[in-house]
Nanobody, 123 residues
Framework: VQLQASGGGLVQAGGSLRLSCAASGLTFSRYAMGWFRQAPGKEREFVVGDVSASGGSTYYAGSVKGRFTISRDNAKNTVYLQMNNLKPEDTAVYYC????????????????WGQGTPVTVSS
């Protein structure tokens, strides 16, 4: 299983970015997908999880709810993270993750991880 995250960059506060995570080596539609982030000097933090593969829905961290949206294209084996109204505190390396057993909001609930894509939000 390989996950390739992309789309990070530098953006001003209030701006938008869309991250992508292309997956290979798995039956994508059967996997829960999640996004996490890690800011310098901080622990990895849950952002959003998509468990539609197991009949569930999506759930967001309170800090991003209403601003971030996860979506997936099973035909392209890709999950996206649309980030709007970005704030300086959103600055972090963003990681996508996959798990066949349902995922969750804890990093250890995901078996597979991408390499991370950096997002910097300037004030």
């Amino acid at each position: 299983v390989q996950l390739q995250a992309s789309g990070g960059g530098l953006v001003q506060a209030g701006g938008s970015l869309r991250l992508s995570c292309a997956a290979s080596g798995l039956t994508f539609s059967r996997y829960a997908m999640g996004w996490f982030r890690q800011a310098p000097g901080k622990e990895r933090e849950f952002v959003v999880g998509d468990v539609s593969a197991s009949g569930g829905s999506t759930y967001y961290a309170g800090s991003v709810k209403g601003r971030f949206t996860i979506s997936r294209d099973n035909a392209k084996n890709t999950v996206y993270l649309q980030m709007n109204n970005l704030k300086p505190e959103d600055t972090a390396v963003y990681y996508c993750a996959a798990d066949q057993s349902g995922g969750g909001s804890k990093w250890y609930e995901y078996a597979y991880w991408g390499q991370g894509t950096p997002v910097t939000v300037s004030s």
